[in-house]
């Protein structure tokens, strides 16, 4: 549900700023809404995005960091654009300070399929900072009123470095619990890492998460998905079982625009969560 | 309710029609007819084929204001442009046009979001359609009745028109057309022979030639999902193609659109605006990403969604034949002869 004319956005004060990453351009930001009636009509679930909004300067699709076990406020993981192409709204966003003031449309799109996802096993795995909706998933799986409605959760997540790794102090979090098992990899470690080094495909090959009940959910940069995708399929895991995001320039993220289409598919409403099945339906043209 | 007027009186019409909203027809302008808001009621003018630009920016037009804001003040200062359609009547449409308010109503406001721009505008009016003489060919570029579009077809209009001679017959297709005919003076009553007349035309215009090969719905898209990865059947197709658009803006369903900011002096408008997926930037995305540099395909994408995409997606094809198009190609792009190709391939 959201209001009437879908394409006003509702207004959110930013409440808290994280600097996810050494390189500095990527940061976490936590929005509170200013009308009440605006955050009970934003009902999400993890996997949809919502149009960040700043008039002057346009509005950027951006997946939902935040779970909705997280009540009060709404959360975004985002990167500074403009190595190539000029990033007005992520750059003014990135510019602004706690206090200042945003508009939100959304949420939009269809989230990860919780109730498919549900007894199953969910091995999840992410590279680099696309983590944000699987964060969003693995905070919502393990809360503790979701937990037992799902079965092992294994969550497999890869930067370049230990520095552009997000969400450090969850993670951390995460690898002390028993309900989850955490793998984390990063492709180059430093003098102080201690953890694994390797790329994602070839850690998801060395781990080997077992296909039986099992549904894996994948989300990172294409190359990683290029490579990640045959190896839980030589694993056995059905086309039907592996599922991801994809992303495609948008506008309205209401399915009008006509622009983010893959063959038929509208990438904002009629994904942008896909399964390997379907998304081998549709012609590559993304 | 069939009623009827001259060719003469026309003007009397366009008066009458005033006084129960704002009318739009087509007139005579310097580079072609267009339908415009009239103010002068003698302007009205049905000596046309076609109109440059189709009918739908009366209700999808070329700029939307949706948010008006000033900068340096806060969001929440910002004013939004609701929605509001004002009583409109669209006179003078030809079948084929008629038919592209069907098939846009299904994408904006008949499945998933209601955009509220086009419904409330599409509510608000009524539509005029018009037979032109179907005693004259068809120009080479149309192509209507190759996809199941008559010439005379009323479906889709309140008040259908029909030309005889020099006589208007004005016939009631909606219960809105009904209320509109019924409420206007300066009509006479049609007799039996009209009646029979207007009939007779209606059938007539299913047999009105266009173009030859027929296209059928489901079999030119899974025609187009082979061609899909023949890169060299399409690199073929737009050998010339410019990348202009103007295809695009032309098109009676070609919906695609951007939303932006213009600021000036610091008072900004977020608006709509058409785009179009000839241009290279429209898939462009910030990491640089571009799934579409290529001219064969972005003019493959036309295509597709026009001819596969549509159909997979709302079950019609996108596309009235019009031939607008075509007309206004500046290399002479035909998109019915890739169809035509696609079909035989």
């Given at each position: 549900m959201r209001s009437t004319n879908p394409y006003i956005p509702m207004p959110v004060e930013i409440v808290k700023i994280t600097d996810?990453?050494?390189?500095?351009d990527i940061k976490s930001f936590r929005f509170k809404f200013l009308n009440a009636e605006d955050e009970s009509r934003f009902q999400y679930l993890p996997g949809q995005f919502a149009e960040l909004s700043i008039y002057g300067k346009g509005e950027s699709p951006i997946g939902i960091a935040?779970?909705?076990?997280?009540?009060?406020y709404v959360e975004f993981t985002v990167q500074r654009a403009g190595?190539?192409?000029?990033g007005l709204v992520t750059a003014a966003l990135h510019d602004m300070e706690e206090g200042g003031k945003i508009g939100l449309r959304g949420p939009l799109g269809h989230p990860w399929p919780i109730e498919f996802l549900e007894k199953k096993n969910i091995v999840v795995v992410g590279g680099g900072f696309a983590f944000t909706t699987l964060r969003s998933l693995v905070t919502y799986m393990l809360h503790g009123d979701n937990r037992p409605r799902f079965g092992d959760i294994t969550v497999i997540y890869g930067a370049r470095t230990p520095g552009l790794l997000c969400y450090k102090d969850e993670l951390a979090a995460w690898e002390k619990r028993s309900d989850i098992k955490t793998i984390i990899t990063v492709d180059k470690g430093n003098e102080t890492w201690k953890g694994r080094e390797g790329f994602v495909p070839a850690v998801c090959k060395d781990v080997a998460p077992s296909p039986e009940n099992a549904v894996a959910v994948i989300c990172g940069p294409p190359v990683m998905i290029k490579f990640t995708l045959p190896v839980f399929f030589d694993l056995g895991f059905s086309k039907e079982n592996i599922l991801t995001s994809l992303e495609m320039r948008m506008k309205c993220g209401i399915g009008k625009c006509g622009r983010c289409n893959v063959g038929y598919k509208y990438v904002c409403s009629d994904g942008p969560v896909f399964s390997l099945a379907e998304l081998e339906e549709l012609p590559r043209d993304f | 309710m069939l009623k009827k007027t001259t060719v003469n009186q026309l003007s009397d019409l366009a008066s009458a029609l005033m006084e129960k909203g704002t009318l739009v027809a087509p007139v005579r302008e310097d580079a072609g007819f267009q339908f415009r808001e009239i103010t002068?009621?003698?302007?009205?003018?049905?000596?046309?084929?076609?109109?440059?630009?189709?009918?739908?920016s009366v209700f999808f037009p070329q700029t939307e204001d949706f948010v008006r804001y000033r900068t340096g003040r806060p969001m929440q200062e910002a004013e939004p442009v609701e929605p509001q359609g004002k009583p409109l009547i669209l006179f003078g449409v030809r079948p084929c046009d008629v038919k592209s308010f069907e098939i846009m109503d299904i994408h904006f406001s008949g499945t998933g979001d209601v955009d509220p721009y086009w419904q409330a505008r599409r509510e608000a009016a009524a539509i005029i359609g018009y037979a032109f003489d179907l005693g004259a060919p068809a120009e080479?570029?149309?192509?209507?009745q190759t996809l199941g579009i008559g010439a005379a077809d009323p479906e889709g209009s309140d008040i259908f028109m029909v030309r005889r001679g020099d006589d208007l017959l004005l016939k009631s297709i909606t219960g809105k057309g009904e209320a509109l005919l019924t409420g206007m003076g300066g009509l006479a009553g049609a007799s039996a022979d009209d009646e029979k007349f207007f009939d007779d035309t209606v059938a007539a215009g299913r047999d009105f030639k266009t173009r030859f090969t027929c296209v059928d719905a489901e079999v030119i898209t899974k025609k187009l999902e082979d061609l899909f990865h023949n890169t060299d059947f399409w690199e073929k197709a737009s050998n010339a193609c410019l990348s202009c658009g103007v295809c695009t803006f032309a098109c009676p369903t070609c919906y695609c659109f951007d939303i932006c900011d213009e600021t000036l002096f610091q008072q900004g408008t977020r608006r709509r605006v058409w785009d179009a997926c000839m241009f290279t930037d429209f898939t462009l995305e910030a990491s640089g990403h571009n799934p579409r540099t290529k001219v064969y395909q972005r003019l493959r994408q036309k295509i597709n969604h026009k001819y596969s995409y549509h159909v997979r997606k709302y079950g019609v094809i996108s596309c009235v034949g019009c031939g607008r198009c075509t007309r206004y190609c500046p290399v002479n792009i035909d998109i019915f002869s890739i169809v035509e190709e696609a079909m035989k391939a």
């Open positions: 996810e990453v050494d390189t500095h935040s779970s909705p076990t997280e009540p009060g190595a190539i192409v000029p | 002068d009621a003698k302007r009205v003018d049905l000596n046309f084929h076609n109109t440059v630009i189709s009918p739908k080479p570029e149309e192509f209507y």
